[in-house]
């Protein structure tokens, strides 16, 4: 089965850093863009990173650009954010998700793992 | 930056066919996508590029985008099908992705 397995959320400090990890199994990591996806408590979906497939095009939305940095070792199946400068406003739940081979659709996506900035 | 806007909820009887809009700025020349989202759970789309429906999405649910307004349509709701639901297009001039606000079903 086709799966992404987030990890590495936990508590941070304002201007902390956290490294955020997504493992993918059962299909060929290395064909595929993949993102990140946040959502604050009790609010909607956020994009935040994507890469592509070889890890040579990657894109951030306007607010965490600087801070945040995505990357990706295909020997390993997995996909990175690492999150520096970390802010209250960065609290949510993130996921990572697959970009569809074909059109700008996220169609396989991870369960999230939960980032909380708190002093 | 690109703005996609979408009700923030929409009631439906069961065996009725709930409407969820999704509106931008010419969006009818652009690729929308829906995702469904329950409660505690991960998004799941529904609906890619305006009309397609995943392997294993019934065909109640259903797509269509023109002019400036796409639309994601279910018919036959069932008590399962509450959820929030979020459009999604690529904007290639910012290089983002945009998510609407989301639009919260609720089956009366």
């Known amino acids: 089965e086709v799966q992404l397995l987030e990890s590495g959320g936990d508590l941070a400090q304002p201007g902390g850093s956290l490294r955020l990890s997504c493992t993918a199994s059962e299909f060929t990591f290395s064909t595929y863009g993949m993102t990140w996806v946040r959502q604050a408590p009790g609010r909607g979906l956020e994009w935040v990173s994507a890469?592509?497939?070889?890890?040579?095009?990657?894109y951030y939305t306007d607010s965490v650009k600087g801070r945040f940095t995505i990357s990706r070792d295909n020997s390993k199946n997995t996909l990175y954010l690492q999150m520096n400068s970390l802010r209250a406003a960065d609290t949510a739940l993130y996921y990572c998700?697959?970009?569809?081979?074909?059109?700008?659709?996220?169609?396989?996506w991870g369960q999230g793992t939960t980032v909380t900035v708190s002093s | 930056s690109y703005v996609l806007s979408q009700p923030p909820s929409v009631s439906v009887a069961p065996g009725q066919t709930a409407r969820i809009t999704c509106g931008g700025d010419?969006?009818?020349?652009?690729?929308v996508h829906w995702y469904q989202q329950k409660p505690g759970r991960a998004p799941l789309l529904v609906v890619y590029?305006?009309?397609d429906r995943p392997s294993g999405i019934p065909e109640r649910f259903s797509g269509s985008n023109s002019g400036s307004t796409a639309t994601l349509a279910i018919s036959e709701v069932e008590p399962g099908d509450e959820a929030d639901y979020y459009c999604q297009v690529w904007d290639s001039s910012s290089a983002h992705w945009v998510f609407g606000g989301g639009t919260r079903l609720t089956v009366l």
């Open positions: 010419n969006l009818g020349s652009e690729g």
């Open positions: 590029d305006n009309t």
């Open positions: 890469i592509s497939g070889r890890g040579d095009s990657t």
């Open positions: 998700a697959r970009v569809h081979l074909y059109y700008y659709a996220m169609d396989v």
